[in-house]
């Protein structure tokens, strides 16, 4: 947050200090509602608010407005107005406030999009990588273990090496909500993280990281992202390889494969059956794909 003199900033640092201490929310979640607040405080400061018990429904509706007028796309003005009940709903629990005023007020609707996945061949392909260099084989290692086990992406930089059992092909996760969950690896990923474990000390690692960077330090997110995107352009895959698009690639490879959607839930660490119920979309896709091309009366719509 900002160091300005808003009346309305000390009851959000509050709120930030609940979410972090109690809630124990990741750093780059606190971030997010950090920022939206700060957005809101200074607009509600524009609107004449000086105490958060004088925002009215017409205030958040304005808030809102405000921010669509400003090129806020659908999906971050959701988000802002999530952040702005969330504190308010806390506001309520404290017994600061007596009502929550954005509780009536709906974000836009927006339509669904489904996530992007490569087909089986595009991951064959870019897993084709075999050069005899240590962070080449660091990359792979991470494709692999990122694919194989369906990973969010701050679920692989922080992995340490005793996260792994190599032996038994899993690993142990951490996810969201500090929720922990083991998962099976397989024979391509158990293959090269052996070999990157062989090569990892001669960076000198500077803590139990499982991935580093050539400075010895664990491996940023941002570095992550680069580093599969440059494989993506090398090994020839058409579309943006990014590291949500191979944990999206593994639970559309997973579903049209066994049909179970609660193994695929508890591979994802979903806590709500609902996210994950996304991929059926993606699963009918294929299957009026394949319905299209076998069957002999799958001429729909031609006479």
């Known amino acids: 947050m900002t160091s300005g003199a808003s009346p309305l900033q000390a009851p959000v640092e509050a709120f930030l200090r609940h979410l972090r201490v109690e809630r124990q929310l990741s750093p780059l979640t606190l971030g997010s509602y950090a920022h939206q607040l700060e957005v809101l405080v200074s607009i509600a400061d524009e609107l004449g608010v000086t105490d958060w018990s004088q925002l009215d429904t017409a205030h958040v509706r304005t808030l809102s407005a405000r921010s669509k007028r400003q090129g806020l796309k659908t999906a971050s003005l959701a988000q802002r107005l999530s952040a702005l009940r969330s504190f308010l709903n806390w506001m309520v629990e404290s017994g600061e406030l007596k009502a929550n005023p954005a509780k009536g007020v709906a974000a836009p609707r927006s339509g669904r999009h489904l996530p992007k996945n490569m087909d ?40 340490d090496c005793n996260h792994l059992e190599i032996g038994e092909g899993e690993v142990r996760v951490i996810g969201k909500g500090n929720k922990e969950r083991k998962l099976p690896i397989g024979g391509g990923a158990v ?34 992202q680069k580093r599969f995107a440059q494989w993506g352009v090398q090994q020839g895959i ?36 609902s996210t994950t119920q996304i991929y059926t979309h993606l699963d009918f896709q294929h299957l009026a794909l394949v319905y299209d091309a076998a069957h002999p009366r799958s001429k729909r719509g031609k006479s």
């Open 191 to 224: 293959t090269w993280l052996g070999k990157w474990l062989s090569l990892r000390p001669a960076f000198a690692p500077q803590d139990n990281a499982l991935f580093v960077a050539k400075t010895g330090q664990r491996i940023s997110m941002r570095n992550v």
């Open 238 to 273: 058409s579309s943006h390889v990014h590291p949500h698009k191979l944990r999206h690639s593994f639970a559309t490879h997973m579903l049209e494969s066994s049909g179970d959607l609660r193994a695929v839930q508890e591979l994802l660490g979903h806590a709500n059956l």
């Open 120 to 159: 089986v061949d595009e991951v064959d392909r870019l897993l084709d990588i075999d050069i005899d260099d240590p962070l080449a084989v660091r990359d792979r290692a991470m494709l692999e273990l990122m694919y194989g086990a369906g990973l969010r992406l701050a679920e692989l930089v922080n992995l």
